[in-house]
């Protein structure tokens, strides 16, 4: 147990709808990384957050974003979904100054049908 | 995109022998760090090993990192059923802040 968590663990929506994915980093973390694994493209990085400000974009598509809370717990938002959005989407956190060693809670399976 | 490139795509042993399985990457790094994904499940953090480092253990695992090569091997001795897993390398690349850019992957099997 990693000490990162994420609900929900499965999500199945249809496409065109909008779905929130949770996150809650280790205690005293303060990075929240989201990540996409999907088939074709592997793992990929989608956002980091840092202490509830954005700290960092990769290959994340305009119709998701995310927020780090004061509690610095994260959520990403996916909207206007389409097929090819189901994936694994992993959260992970770090603490500063500690070789950015990241730590991956379980994961939520979306599935767009 | 993919900085990493494993090697080899999948790897089948039998229980007791040892499996090798490398990473190549691209651009200069700060760390390189190895997870294990197990079916589709969680990514459980293995190791990491620093720029300046060249080998590091931890019990049944041994990473080595050559950054002249761009290149590190993960050594799994004496393998068990349940190291059955995919096997993902990492890398903290300098340009890229603190976004970790993932290899391919390699699917290990371990008959028992």
């Known amino acids: 147990d990693s000490g990162v968590t994420q609900t929900p663990k499965h999500l199945i929506t249809a496409t065109g709808q909008r779905v929130t994915l949770r996150c809650s980093p280790r205690s005293g973390d303060l990075s929240v990384y989201w990540y996409q694994q999907s088939l074709d493209q592997g793992l990929q990085f989608l956002i980091q957050y840092y202490n509830g400000e954005e700290r960092a974009k990769g290959n994340i598509l305009e119709r998701f974003s995310a927020q780090q809370f004061p509690d610095l717990h994260s959520e990403l938002n996916l909207s206007s979904l389409e097929l090819g959005d189901s994936a694994l989407y992993f959260c992970?956190?770090?603490?500063?100054?500690?070789?950015?060693?990241?730590?991956f809670g379980p994961g939520t399976r979306l599935t767009v049908l | 995109s993919q900085q990493g490139e494993e090697d080899p795509q999948a790897l089948s042993i039998q229980e007791g022998e040892n499996a090798t399985m490398n990473c190549s990457y691209k651009?200069?790094?700060?760390?390189l760090q190895w997870y294990r994904q197990n079916s589709g499940r969680g990514l459980v953090h293995l190791i990491l090993?620093?720029?300046?480092?060249r080998e590091k253990h931890s019990g049944r695992l041994r990473v080595t990192l050559d950054t002249s090569k761009k290149s590190s091997s993960l050594l799994i001795t004496a393998s068990r059923a349940a190291d059955t897993a995919s096997y993902f390398c990492a890398t903290d690349a300098k340009s890229s802040g603190d976004k970790l850019t993932f290899g391919t992957g390699t699917r290990l099997a371990v008959r028992p």
């Open positions: 992970a956190s770090s603490v500063p100054g500690r070789d950015n060693e990241q730590f």
């Open positions: 090993i620093r720029s300046n480092e």
């Open positions: 651009t200069s790094i700060n760390n």
